[in-house]
T-cell receptor, first 113, second 116 residues
Framework: EPEVTQTPSHQVTQMGQEVILRCVPI?????FYWYRQILGQKVEFLVS????????KSEIFDDQFSVERPDGSNFTLKIRSTKLEDSAMYFC???????????FGQGTRLTVV | AQTVTQSQPEMSVQEAETVTLSCTYD???????LFWYKQPPSRQMILVIR??????QNATENRFSVNFQKAAKSFSLKISDSQLGDAAMYFC?????????????FGKGTKLTVNP
């Protein structure tokens, strides 16, 4: 069964460094998302992406964050200058236009030190 | 703004028995979707079941079923014949079906323990 894949599974970075989290959505899906989950807290929406542009973003998704679909398969989340509070699990998800549910990747655990 | 509330931080059930996880939500919209996602220790988010608000019939998926009460804005998950593999965090989530918003709004989750 097709699945959303995310790399790396765990990334450690120093505060102030840039990180890029990578996702390969399911191939025929058109809607893409990033969510994050700080340890022990609920899952929070960051951004949705459709037709090569951001369709919605949350207050969390400030100028430090950006998303890109550089080719036909990858969907990336970039954090320009990481802060300690960016430490979290980051989930990519995708959906096709015939179904109501989004499918999630296994997540990338980001640790900022 | 929509909110989702899961009032049970933790629940436990004996293997083979039935457990119900509660979820309530607040919205002024009439058309929306509701979901239950499971997050095992691996932390991947796995869809368990979904419900379209316009459907009166409660969704079922094998041992999982929901009790959807639209007027009460309640969406509980029933797990029958609980198995050890059902142990996980369970998140209730809401998504609008109108106005173009794609985001899922999650509750804080319920940690389910299954005792052998």
């Amino acid at each position: 069964e097709p699945e959303v894949t995310q790399t790396p599974s765990h990334q450690v970075t120093q505060m102030g460094q840039e990180v890029i989290l990578r996702c390969v959505p399911i191939s025929n899906h058109l809607y893409f998302y990033w969510y994050r989950q700080i340890l022990g807290q609920k899952v929070e929406f960051l951004v949705s992406f459709y037709n090569n542009e951001i369709s919605e973003k949350s207050e969390i998704f400030d100028d430090q964050f950006s998303v890109e679909r550089p080719d036909g398969s990858n969907f990336t989340l970039k954090i320009r200058s990481t802060k300690l509070e960016d430490s979290a699990m980051y989930f990519c998800a995708s959906r096709d236009d015939r179904r109501t549910e989004a499918f999630f990747g296994q997540g990338t655990r980001l640790t900022v030190v | 703004a929509q909110t989702v509330t899961q009032s049970q931080p933790e629940m436990s059930v004996q293997e083979a028995e039935t457990v119900t996880l509660s979820c309530t939500y607040d919205t002024s919209e009439s058309d929306y979707y509701l979901f239950w996602y499971k997050q095992p220790p691996s932390r991947q988010m796995i869809l368990v079941i979904r419900q379209e608000a316009y459907k009166q019939q409660n969704a079922t998926e094998n041992r999982f079923s929901v009790n959807f009460q639209k007027a009460a804005k309640s969406f509980s998950l029933k797990i029958s014949d609980s198995q050890l593999g059902d142990a996980a965090m369970y998140f209730c989530a809401y998504r609008s079906a109108q106005g173009g918003s794609e985001k899922l709004v999650f509750g804080k989750g319920t940690k389910l323990t299954v005792n052998p």
